[in-house]
């Protein structure tokens, strides 16, 4: 979770305790109106700050970056929740709104009040009546209005119809001000900079990024772009005014807002023994994470297939969905088939016994689930289903030839706000029909003997985790045989994850340990004619301490070089 700190000295402005009020003018002076609404603000922001929950640890903090006037680090604590707001700053906010509109009802054409009062509505979660002002909205330069509308519907979780607005926006807009909106410079580490940079069609590219940057395909629109205009528009409302820091906005301020997002909750520090200065603390959204790619995922790149990890700690950039709690790690396989016309991706997921356990439901939540292919920068498989959120999910779809695509094998719980994913860049090459080669390895269940391709898809095994002593089974394919009469072997074993080559070598000679005995081998005629030469086992795995383990097959067939495959596995 990312906070944001800034110290302030003990001695602060009187603070105003009685109600806001304005005392309508005959003849009213835009300007002295305007500078009237500007002091409400100020008096707002001071009177929040007085009531700001206190909490502990006004010592100075090590930063994992300064944004000028700000110190930003992040607390890895993704169980803190924030303490419900203190009436008394819901009652200031409701009477400064107040205020605003009987202002706004004297210029009505000022910008600068209207973003107030939007922002200020959304910030109380008076969404309604956010709505109804911005569909009102008769600013002179109608691309606000489209872009303040855009920022409402973001934050009613109206994802398609905020893509519609803000592309309304966009298009109304300076040319300036719109590259300064859509560039995702601010937003992109240094790697994904470089890379961007090097393609040959840049805007092309930034497509792409902002596409992949999409936390899950399966929920409508794309929530990270909005979410970075919508930032921009806080920005946009918030230049000239005081905010939780009692900083008036700067380019700092901006820059924290559009890299992630304005903070949900604040605290002020007491402070410490013998000082008098104290420090106001914004903190994001528990949960928020980077949602841009790592560069390596992009492809093509020489490794055959690159996981999308999620880091820990500090990043350029955060963002949570607007509609979800969580995003988690989805613990399932996928894996490649080649076709004669593209790829057979496969994907098995078995939802945690927790998603069921800790949801208040009387029944098991509906599970939305998705397996998706990007290529290029757009969607090439799109695969979809729904189930209670118990049993096994299981999806595959077919996908044309690519020099790279990204798999992403999405679940989502609307009802709990809980959504899961694997993400991972692959190669999707064609293949020559006579040259040889594998597939991916695919776990099946305990029980399942597949005899077939379409076997293996009704038994994949939903989760890479195995008990100890179990045997596991295991599938793949085999291809550019058939041509002529050959005999295939398979060489399978068990190896310890990470473990070299020299490390097993020396165990089967018999000098660093016992040999290994989790390891299997045979041979077997190859295919009368050319066609995929499908082939499922069982292994067992006795006495294996708790870890993570590859299970390693190796495809050898007279005068052809031999292949290997390998799918990682962990023993509870």
């Known amino acids: 979770m990312m906070i944001f700190e800034a110290t302030l000295g003990a001695a602060l402005p009187v603070l105003l305790a009685g109600a806001l009020e304005v005392v309508p003018q005959l003849h009213p002076d835009s300007s002295e109106v305007h500078d009237e609404a500007r002091s409400l603000q100020v008096r707002f922001e001071r009177r929040r700050l007085r009531e700001l929950p206190r909490t502990l640890g006004g010592g100075r903090h090590e930063c994992d970056e300064i944004i000028g006037r700000l110190c930003v680090w992040d607390d890895d604590d993704e169980d803190w929740k924030p303490r419900d707001e203190p009436e008394a700053i819901g009652e200031a906010r409701a009477e400064f709104l107040a205020a605003l509109d009987s202002l706004a009802g004297l210029i009505p054409g000022d910008h600068w009040i209207f973003g107030q009062r939007i922002r200020y509505l959304v910030e109380a979660t008076r969404f309604d009546d956010a709505d109804i002002l911005a569909r009102r909205c008769g600013l002179p330069e109608r691309w606000r209005c489209h872009a303040y509308r855009a920022y409402v519907l973001h934050n009613m979780e109206e994802v398609e119809a905020a893509e519609d607005a803000f592309q309304q926006a966009l298009e109304a807009m300076p040319p300036s001000t719109r590259d300064e909106w859509a560039d995702p410079e601010p937003v992109l580490d240094s790697r994904l900079l470089d890379w961007l940079r090097e393609q040959p069609d840049s805007a092309s590219a930034a ?41 008036m906005w700067g380019r700092d301020l901006a820059e924290a807002a559009v890299r992630y997002g304005w903070p949900v909750a604040w605290e002020r520090s007491w402070p410490s023994v013998g000082q008098q200065s104290f420090r106001v603390t914004g903190r994001d959204q528990p949960a928020s994470f980077r949602t841009f790619p790592p560069w390596e995922v992009l492809g093509p790149v020489d490794e055959d297939a690159v996981a999308w990890e999620i880091p820990d700690g500090h990043t350029r950039s955060v963002h949570l969905p607007p509609f979800l709690d969580t995003l988690a790690p989805l613990g399932g396989q996928v894996g490649r088939f080649w076709r004669r016309d593209g790829v057979i991706v496969a994907g098995a997921w078995t939802p945690p016994d927790p998603l069921t356990v800790d949801s208040v439901l009387a029944t098991p939540p509906l599970l939305h ?11 090439a498989m799109d695969v979809r289903a729904e189930a209670a959120a118990a049993g096994t999910l299981r999806l595959s779809g ?7 695509g990204i798999v992403s094998f999405e679940a989502w719980a609307p009802d709990i706000r809980r959504a899961y994913r694997l993400r991972t860049g692959v190669g999707l090459r064609r293949v020559a029909p006579d040259v040889l080669s594998i597939s991916d390895l695919m776990l099946v269940d305990g029980s399942a003997e597949p005899a077939s391709f ?8 939903g989760s890479t985790e195995v008990g100890a002593g179990e045997s596991v089974g295991v599938a ?9 009469s050959e005999v295939v072997g398979f060489n399978a074993w068990v190896e310890r994850k990470g473990e070299g080559i020299l490390t097993r070598a020396v165990r089967w000679l018999g000098i660093g340990g016992p040999k290994e005995e989790v390891s299997v081998a045979w041979e077997e005629p190859g295919p009368e004619r050319p066609s995929p030469h499908f082939r499922a086992f069982r ?32 023993i509870r």
């Open 207 to 247: 497509d792409r990024l902002w596409m992949l940057a999409d936390p899950l395909f399966l929920a409508s629109g794309n929530d990270r772009w909005t979410a970075h205009l919508a930032r921009r528009v806080y920005a946009m409302s918030s230049e000239g005014a005081r905010n939780p820091h009692q900083m």
């Open 398 to 404: 077919p996908v044309p030839w690519a020099d790279w």
């Open 539 to 570: 292994i067992s795995l006795p006495d294996l301490d708790a870890g993570q383990y590859d299970v390693v097959v190796e495809v050898s067939v007279s005068g052809r070089a031999p292949l290997a495959g390998r799918r990682s596995f962990t």
């Open 369 to 379: 689930a998705g397996l998706f292919v990007e290529q290029d920068g757009g969607i």
């Open 454 to 461: 379409d076997d293996m898809l009704a038994t994949l095994r």
């Open 476 to 484: 793949l394919e085999v291809y550019g045989l058939g041509f002529q």
